[in-house]
């Protein structure tokens, strides 16, 4: 992703300054209407990318649609502004939301089965994760038919795969060796 150095400077700035005021659990509902909003509205999305749209009008904009937002996020609005850089608010909301969760001792585990994980499954799954992690987990699940059954676990940079799609994938290496 373009930006992603940029978005992670700006990401871990606007945290500190939440930090030193006090103020991180606002910021984040703000961070979190922030990426809801662009993620769920291509226009938007594509009016913060435009290079043809003013920096002030994206500013303008930015600043009605979250007129309710902190200080400190209206101040990333202002910086983006003078820096020229709207096009990357999203990364740096994403950005945003890692740091915040890391710091808060929050993980999200990718989970990829074949099919939807139920409840039961899903809390099986999760008792064997907390087994290898201090911080309280989230499961994400990723729905991908390809890998057969089974199921593919990525937790930070570690991946673990039991899929059947990964084991007829060996069989095929040893048999062909």
């Known amino acids: 992703m373009a930006g992603t150095r940029a978005a992670i400077r700006y990401a871990k700035a606007i945290l500190d300054m939440a930090k030193a005021n006090n103020n991180e659990a606002n910021v984040n509902v703000d961070m979190n209407s922030i990426l809801t909003a662009v993620k769920d509205s291509d226009e938007l999305k594509d009016f913060l990318k435009s290079p043809v749209i003013s ?6 904009a930015l600043s009605e ?6 200080n400190e996020t209206k101040g990333l609005f202002r910086l983006l502004l003078e820096n020229k850089r709207f096009g990357i608010l999203l990364a740096i909301v994403s950005e945003y ?6 710091d808060n001792g929050l993980e999200t585990v990718a989970v990829t089965t074949a099919v939807p994980l ?3 499954l899903e809390s099986k799954v999760l008792a064997k994760i907390k087994e290898f992690s201090k911080n ?7 729905v991908d038919p390809s890998i057969i059954g ?10 673990y795969n039991a899929s059947v799609a990964n084991r007829l994938q060996q069989l095929k290496r ?3 060796n």
């Open 174 to 176: 040893e048999f062909s």
């Open 150 to 159: 089974g199921f593919i676990i990525r937790m930070g940079d570690k991946q």
């Open 136 to 142: 309280k987990i989230t499961i994400n699940n990723i």
């Open 55 to 60: 920096g002030t009008s994206k500013f303008s």
């Open 97 to 102: 939301n890692k740091l915040s969760d890391e």
């Open 65 to 70: 649609i979250f007129a309710t937002a902190q």
């Open 118 to 120: 139920t409840s039961d």
